[in-house]
C-alpha cells in the first residue's frame, strides 16, 4: 500500500462524506489521480477521475453529486460526495498514476443506509 487514504464511514441517503488520499513525491509526478468503488459482490469501477491538465471524468450515476479535487502542495486527491444514496455504498479506492505506475490505496468502506 503506497496511499494513505480516509473519510469512509457510515452516513444516512442524502448525506455527505469526503474522502482524501495523499500521494508520495511531489505533485509535477502526477499524472491522474482518481477514485474507484467496488460495490457488495460487484467489479471495481472507476468513479471520478481527474487528470494532470484538469480534466475530470465521473461515473454517470454520480455526477453532479460527487467532486474530485486536488490540492498540490499536499499532494492530496479529495472525493466530496453529497446527495449519497444505498447504492453508493462500496469500498472506495484511490488511484495514483505517478511517472506513470498506477498506486492504489487501502480502501475504505462507505456505508449508506436508506
Known amino acids: 500500500v503506497q496511499l494513505q487514504a480516509s473519510g469512509g464511514g457510515s452516513v444516512q441517503a442524502g448525506g455527505s462524506l469526503r474522502l482524501s488520499c495523499t500521494a508520495p513525491g511531489s505533485a509535477f509526478e502526477i499524472n491522474a489521480m482518481g477514485w474507484y468503488r467496488q460495490p457488495p459482490g460487484k467489479q471495481r469501477e472507476l468513479v471520478a477521475l481527474l487528470t494532470s491538465g484538469g480534466s475530470t471524468h465521473y461515473l454517470d450515476s454520480v455526477e453532479g453529486r460527487f467532486t474530485i479535487s486536488r490540492d498540490n502542495v499536499k499532494n492530496t486527491v479529495y472525493l466530496q460526495m453529497n446527495s449519497l444514496k444505498a447504492e453508493d455504498t462500496a469500498v472506495y479506492y484511490c488511484?495514483?498514476?505517478?511517472?506513470?505506475?498506477?498506486?492504489w490505496g487501502q480502501g475504505t468502506l462507505v456505508t449508506v443506509s436508506s
Open positions: 488511484n495514483v498514476v505517478r511517472l506513470g505506475t498506477p498506486l
